[in-house]
């Protein structure tokens, strides 16, 4: 069974600070997907990163970054400096390619983001 | 490209009423997702189509849902009869299904179904 855990369910900073937004994941399979998905009020799911579970190299892209710890099980998020349009709700996801897990997309239960100005 | 289609976008209907949700996919996408996502919760899978085949529905509740891809393009999503704790939004994605395609495993999702059940 896959899980994927975001313990902070609520978040709220100043414009311009740093934030990070933790993501730890449980699954059987050996080869895996992790992404990071953006729910802004609107409503639409928007993908930000997909890393897969051979590549552990930190990604940067633009104020994002993503810290990906295979020994930890964890898929991090970081925001630097932080901007209102920024606000949103983050889902961290995982989906299985192999032991059976049908490639099912599993997400967490999400962190709220709120910068203020 | 085109984005995933979802109408109505918003619907608000009495409990044990009937409603259907219609989803068309990017062009070229094989397989097909629904999904169900309750406020203040992740989505949750219901169904995942490959083609016109179901993959998953284990989470689908086969008693008051159905979802079918006649042709393995567009797809409906059904409630019959709803109940209060449907209430949610319903959203469609579609993927890529061969692995070596960039952007497979990559769920492109349409903007959602707001259900609300009186």
């Known amino acids: 069974a896959q899980k994927v855990t975001q313990a902070q369910t609520e978040i709220s900073v100043v414009e311009k600070e740093d934030v990070t937004l933790d993501c730890v994941y449980e699954?059987?399979?050996?080869?895996?997907?992790l992404f990071w998905y953006k729910q802004p009020p609107s409503g639409e799911l928007v993908f930000l990163i997909r890393?897969?579970?051979?590549?552990?190299q930190n990604e940067i892209s633009g104020r994002y970054s993503w810290n990906f710890q295979k020994s930890t099980s964890s898929f991090n998020f970081t925001i630097t400096a932080s901007q209102v349009v920024d606000s949103a709700v983050y889902f961290c996801?995982?989906?299985?390619?192999?032991?059976?897990?049908?490639?099912?997309?599993?997400f967490g239960k999400g962190t709220l983001l709120t910068v203020n100005p | 490209e085109a984005g995933v289609a979802q109408s109505p976008r918003y619907k608000i209907i009495e409990k044990r009423q009937s409603v259907a949700f219609w989803c068309n996919p990017i062009?070229?996408?094989?397989?097909l997702y629904w999904y169900q996502q309750i406020l203040g919760q992740g989505p949750k899978l219901l169904i995942q189509?490959?083609?016109?085949?179901?993959?998953?529905d284990s989470q689908l509740p086969k008693d008051r849902f159905s979802a079918e891809r006649l042709k393995g393009v567009d797809s409906t999503l059904k409630i019959q009869p709803a109940k209060l704790e449907d209430s949610a939004v319903y959203l469609c994605?579609?993927?890529?299904?061969?692995?070596?395609?960039?952007?497979?495993?990559?769920?492109?999702f349409g903007a959602g179904s707001r259900l609300t059940v009186l």
């Open positions: 994605a579609s993927s890529h299904y061969r692995q070596g395609i960039s952007g497979a495993n990559v769920l492109t």
């Open positions: 890393r897969n579970s051979f590549d552990e």
């Open positions: 996801a995982l989906r299985g390619v192999s032991g059976g897990s049908n490639y099912k997309l599993t």
């Open positions: 699954t059987r399979d050996t080869t895996y997907y």
């Open positions: 062009s070229g996408h094989a397989t």
């Open positions: 189509f490959q083609n016109n085949g179901v993959v998953d």
